[in-house]
């Protein structure tokens, strides 16, 4: 027993030797993906789908309920439906897969694969829209999209990803402002309730912001390494493509104007994130609302009379008040087994032997944390499922969210010289930086050159650490977060 | 009020003028698609897609219930890969979209996008399956695919279209025929039950089979003008694509074994066949199982007192049971809406107008039959909300399935010469021929030019008409369905 289970956690690499290493030992053995004959590209396995479905079904039903509506665009765009916005194409043309034959004709016109779909959304936007009371459309769409990278890492960067993009369109400037900002905190909610994971709100500077966008909003979280990584992005269009594309309405005076757009998406990513957030050298720690099992019974000796009995009272109860329970009952080892879920992430694990049907009682023993409790086994299992609703409802993603919390603390400091920032850096390893910018692209681009950290976001929490810019020293527009990224 | 509905229904050609017009106007006009810039693939507005996401809801619930799991391969397959299978290949090759170009750099491997994903499961398989143990795995993928079509048309036949794909994998051929038969009848009952649309299931013959399976089996369903739609596949594919990627397993007696595959989908094409069964000169008619709106309220005379209040109490009391309804108490008349609503299929209508407040009643009014009825409006609404529910869930499905297999039956011919095919042909336009069959290819192939219909399925449900073959006279095998189809 104790030997399967030093085989199988020796098999991942420790956190602190080798992070890109555990991460990769982490998506091939908690059986998250598979590596594929398709270059760039994976297969994304049963248990690293079933998050990616949970995820779906909490954010799609937040966007219904602010009005939005899914629909589907083709996959393929035009070579000229590309280039009709400058910007954009210039930022997506470099890395997108083209098609020039179907079967063995060539092309007209060859057609990229979607990188993201704006100028699919807009030439559909010029077509059904004439008059203000077409506005605004609400749209969204899950598919796939290409972007042509060379160098690929499971979840964090491939050729082909899993996404939602948000696609709006507006009378007014400030509907689609409000409505970016919207999307923006729906992401922040879902990361910080449903995935435990402390995000950081903010702006992005003009060069890093969306090709096309008058400004682009993200989501930034610190992974386990220090490094930031940007969990969703919302974009506000203004009327630049809409300019573009000449999409025009009829306002109530019959004026033809210019609506206004924005875009947001999240996207398989978020898997990625949840690893490097919560996962520890045991393998993946999953947050209760997407791991595909909440709670695993592992029944102690399990030959013996009654045991097996019991686990399957247990795992019926739990089962009947919704909660995505299983039972292990195959003849592994409980040792095994207890490796085996520690690795994919269950949150909790229910253990019932001899002793504690004695007892009556059973072990709960919560992942993150690695505490365990006795539950008491009353009438109904009442105590059971109350403490394992309040494990899996609270306590746990309250728990992973402050532990996280707390690892970005201790890992983000205030930098008011560029001195100071190479010693944080020094001291510290990766670690986020607040440090005050002026406002030019020059600064922004020597603290990436001098320090090696680059901008993430300009913070909507402002502190103010300084008068002055930590590159230049001329006076200071905002504080900006700086940081090594995924 | 009048004008505007005559105004409105006015825009969709009769069926019996010109069905392929009517199909196309009502796509259109009931808004489930929209053309784009990108030919031979569509936009699903949302009121499209919403219909397809309820039949992904029923179907992917009962994939789930037989143990099913999703995954996501890769979209693209790199072309020695879609080699590998000798007959696949050349089924497919002829109208892949071929990706050569990545960004401004020439692939050193051209790769297709996906027009069916065997040889992705199958490269995944080889990968992960090598004992008795880690069989079945019963998979399945919600994606597009794409089959560069030369003549196209919404939902029917489009160069990108969205589906399912089950990919099963067995340790032994009996294993594989009972998922192959198994997913079938799962089609068939989704058909019948949630669409309303009567199916008849059988084998394809052997020139009619999926490129590289042993049997296909298929559901043929009767559209409005007497041709066949094929409305879902299931293949039994024996070990041919296990030898082809060299699959093999050790069995319980260590020896290595190649194991047996199924593959199964069904395709927004069954949103093209809800529309041909079930819809009429008003336009679509939709099944409540899928209909975005299962009841529509109208008020009449909403200006006068009482009546929104009254039609918002109607609308509260059916949302809270759970019906999909909408109020519309936009300032369009009661006759525009009426028209509107009959052009989306909305299953049922209610009216309520200051003469049924008085008579303390409504009127229900149901899309397919035309048929009105009044309902007392007693306390909490009970009779209201228990004749609305036996509506969408029985009465309405039931008679929508009749109706359509009523049409089947007086559109469905025994022959037993070929003169009577013509004859049928002639008389009765297209429709259903039953006709015995030898077995050999040239017969179904003479059948197809002399009479112009082709071999659909060898039904399961086979009917004895005569002893010999329809074509050439010697002993016939097996009843035969031919008619025209989409």
Same mark, same amino acid.
């Given at each position: 027993?104790?030997?399967?289970?030093?085989?199988?956690?020796?098999? !991942?690499?420790?956190?602190?030797?080798?992070?890109?290493?555990?991460?990769?030992?982490?998506?091939?053995?908690?059986?998250?993906?598979?590596?594929?004959?398709?270059?760039?590209?994976?297969?994304?396995?049963?248990?690293?789908?079933?998050?990616?479905?949970?995820?779906?079904? *909490?954010?799609?039903?937040?966007?219904?309920?602010?009005?939005?509506?899914?629909?589907?665009?083709?996959?393929?765009?035009?070579?000229?439906?590309?280039?009709?916005?400058?910007?954009?194409?210039?930022?997506?043309?470099?890395?997108?897969?083209?098609?020039?034959?179907?079967?063995?004709?060539?092309?007209?016109?060859?057609?990229?694969? =979607?990188?993201?779909?704006?100028?699919?959304?807009? @030439?559909?936007?010029?077509? *059904? !829209?004439?008059?203000?009371?077409?506005?605004?459309?609400?749209?969204? $769409?899950?598919?796939?999209?290409?972007?042509?990278?060379? %160098?690929?890492?499971?979840?964090?960067?491939?050729?082909?990803?899993?996404?939602?993009?948000?696609?709006?369109?507006?009378?007014?400037?400030?509907?689609?402002? /409000? /409505?970016?900002? $919207?999307?923006?905190?729906?992401?922040?909610?879902?990361?910080?309730?449903?995935?435990?994971?402390?995000? #950081?709100?903010?702006?992005?500077?003009?060069?890093?912001?969306?090709?096309?966008?008058?400004?682009?909003?993200?989501? /930034?979280?610190?992974?386990?390494?220090?490094?930031?990584? $940007?969990?969703?992005?919302?974009?506000?269009?203004?009327?630049?493509?809409?300019?573009?594309?000449? !999409?025009?309405?009829?306002? &109530? @005076?019959?004026?033809?104007?210019?609506?206004?757009?924005?875009?947001?998406?999240?996207?398989? =990513?978020?898997?990625?994130?949840?690893?490097?957030?919560?996962?520890?050298?045991?393998?993946?720690?999953?947050?209760?609302?997407?791991?595909?099992?909440?709670?695993?019974?592992?029944?102690?000796?399990?030959? &013996?009379?009654?045991?097996?009995?019991?686990?399957?009272?247990?795992?019926?109860?739990?089962?009947? $008040?919704?909660?995505?329970?299983?039972?292990?009952?195959?003849?592994?080892?409980?040792?095994?087994?207890?490796?085996?879920?520690?690795?994919?992430?269950?949150?909790?694990? #229910?253990?019932?032997?001899?002793?504690?049907? /004695?007892?009556?009682?059973?072990?709960?023993?919560?992942?993150?944390?690695?505490?365990?409790?006795? #539950?008491?086994?009353?009438?109904?299992?009442?105590?059971?499922?109350?403490?394992?609703?309040?494990?899996?409802?609270?306590?746990?993603?309250?728990?992973?969210?402050?532990?996280?919390?707390?690892?970005?603390?201790?890992? %983000?400091?205030?930098?008011?010289?560029?001195?100071? #920032?190479?010693?944080?850096?020094?001291?510290?390893?990766?670690?986020?930086?607040?440090?005050?910018?002026?406002?030019?692209?020059? +600064?922004?681009?020597?603290? &990436?050159?001098?320090?090696?950290?680059?901008?993430?976001?300009?913070?909507?929490?402002?502190?103010?650490?300084?008068?002055?810019?930590? +590159?230049?020293?001329?006076?200071?527009?905002?504080?900006?977060?700086?940081?090594?990224?995924?």
């Amino acid at each position: 027993m104790a030997k399967n289970k030093q085989k199988m956690v020796s098999e !991942i690499t420790a956190m602190n030797m080798d992070f890109a290493q555990w991460y990769t030992d982490i998506v091939k053995k908690a059986e998250l993906i598979a590596y594929t004959s398709v270059k760039g590209c994976m297969v994304i396995r049963p248990y690293g789908y079933a998050i990616w479905e949970h995820m779906q079904h *909490i954010l799609d039903t937040k966007f219904k309920k602010t009005g939005h509506e899914n629909v589907n665009m083709p996959m393929f765009i035009p070579e000229s439906l590309l280039q009709k916005e400058k910007d954009h194409v210039e930022g997506f043309a470099p890395e997108v897969a083209w098609v020039t034959h179907g079967g063995s004709e060539k092309l007209e016109e060859r057609v990229c694969v =979607r990188p993201t779909s704006e100028t699919l959304f807009c @030439d559909h936007y010029a077509d *059904i !829209i004439h008059s203000y009371r077409d506005l605004p459309k609400l749209y969204n $769409q899950w598919v796939s999209v290409v972007r042509w990278e060379k %160098t690929t890492r499971p979840f964090l960067r491939s050729r082909e990803f899993l996404w939602q993009e948000g696609h709006t369109i507006h009378a007014t400037a400030e509907e689609a402002m /409000e /409505e970016t900002v $919207q999307m923006l905190n729906i992401y922040a909610d879902f990361c910080e309730k449903s995935l435990a994971m402390p995000v #950081i709100k903010g702006q992005k500077t003009e060069s890093d912001k969306f090709a096309g966008a008058v400004a682009t909003y993200a989501i /930034e979280a610190m992974m386990h390494d220090g490094k930031a990584l $940007q969990a969703g992005t919302s974009h506000y269009f203004g009327d630049g493509f809409a300019k573009a594309f000449q !999409i025009q309405f009829a306002g &109530k @005076d019959n004026q033809l104007t210019y609506p206004h757009q924005t875009s947001w998406g999240v996207s398989t =990513r978020l898997i990625g994130a949840i690893i490097m957030t919560h996962g520890d050298d045991n393998g993946l720690v999953l947050p209760p609302a997407v791991a595909p099992i909440q709670a695993v019974i592992v029944p102690i000796a399990q030959h &013996k009379e009654g045991v097996l009995e019991k686990a399957a009272e247990l795992y019926e109860t739990l089962k009947a $008040q919704g909660i995505r329970v299983k039972l292990d009952d195959s003849d592994n080892t409980p040792g095994w087994k207890f490796a085996q879920y520690e690795m994919k992430g269950v949150p909790v694990r #229910i253990e019932i032997g001899p002793k504690d049907i /004695e007892n009556n009682q059973c072990v709960a023993a919560v992942r993150y944390s690695g505490e365990k409790q006795t #539950i008491a086994l009353d009438d109904a299992y009442a105590t059971l499922f109350a403490t394992v609703q309040q494990l899996l409802d609270t306590q746990i993603p309250q728990g992973m969210f402050e532990k996280a919390l707390e690892n970005r603390r201790s890992k %983000t400091f205030a930098c008011t010289t560029m001195e100071a #920032i190479q010693q944080a850096l020094e001291t510290h390893g990766d670690c986020f930086i607040e440090a005050m910018w002026c406002g030019d692209e020059a +600064c922004e681009d020597k603290v &990436k050159e001098v320090t090696g950290v680059g901008s993430r976001c300009i913070p909507f929490e402002q502190h103010h650490h300084s008068d002055t810019c930590v +590159c230049c020293g001329k006076p200071a527009k905002q504080m900006v977060l700086w940081a090594k990224a995924y």
